[in-house]
């Protein structure tokens, strides 16, 4: 397994071992064992996977406030999108930054997105099953989202099917308009 470093701290690209053979191929997407040799120290409490039926379908951009903050382990079963990460932690060097990775059934490529940023993926094709880890349950109370096409961010998804998106990414407030309690500290380092 490897991780490549993105220009956002802590975002990385994480490529796993594929063991092909005759019949196909075997691969560990993730054990304790892999991401502590990588230096990655992560205890994932839930799993989750949506389907996105159509290409061009937005999902974002989210996150978890304080005291639910989420880091998320995200790759692709099935498909191809392209998953945006967002630092959303006032005073960080890098706050309002974002990249853009391709992640595919294809490419087997995952995203390792921590705590304090926000997430979002737009699908490059239809039938996209996305699957990913967390190491926060689920809280309703602290989920929140914050525009996908916030002009400070500025992110470039590409062709949106805005007539796609949930009811709750059509209402989203801009990042400055919300009450995201991230705060960078220097121990993130
Ligand atoms: C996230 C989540 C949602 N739900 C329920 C709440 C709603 O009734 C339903 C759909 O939720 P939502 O519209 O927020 O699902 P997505 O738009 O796919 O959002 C997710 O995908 C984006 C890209 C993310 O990064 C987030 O992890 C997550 O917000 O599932 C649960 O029961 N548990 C959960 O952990």
């Known amino acids: ?9 802590g975002v990385y690209i994480i490529e796993p071992d594929v063991h092909g053979d005759a019949r196909g191929y075997f691969m560990e997407v993730w054990s304790t064992r892999n991401f502590e040799e990588l230096g990655l120290h992560y205890d994932f409490v839930q ?3 949506s389907f996105s039926s159509q290409k061009g379908i937005l999902r974002g951009i989210h996150f978890q406030n304080n005291p639910m903050a989420q880091a998320k382990l995200v790759r692709v079963n099935r498909g191809a999108v392209l998953d945006v990460a967002v630092d959303l932690r006032k005073g960080s060097p890098t706050y309002k930054q974002w990249v853009a990775v391709k992640l595919s059934a294809e490419n087997r490529r995952m995203l390792m997105i921590p705590r304090g940023f ?3 993926f737009r699908t490059l ?3 996209v099953e996305f699957c990913y880890k967390v190491d926060n349950l689920y809280s309703k109370e602290c989920d929140r989202g914050i525009r996908f096409d916030d002009p400070t961010i500025g992110v470039e998804w590409g062709e949106v099917r805005t007539e ?3 009811q709750k990414d059509t209402t989203s407030p801009l990042l400055d308009d919300s009450d995201c ?3 960078y500290s220097e121990e993130e380092k």
């Open 47 to 49: 799993d989750n996977q």
């Open 125 to 127: 094709t239809d039938d």
């Open 181 to 183: 309690n991230f705060v």
């Open 164 to 166: 796609l998106l949930s």
């Open 1 to 9: 397994m490897k991780k490549i470093a993105t220009k956002l701290d």
């Open 118 to 120: 926000g997430h979002g």
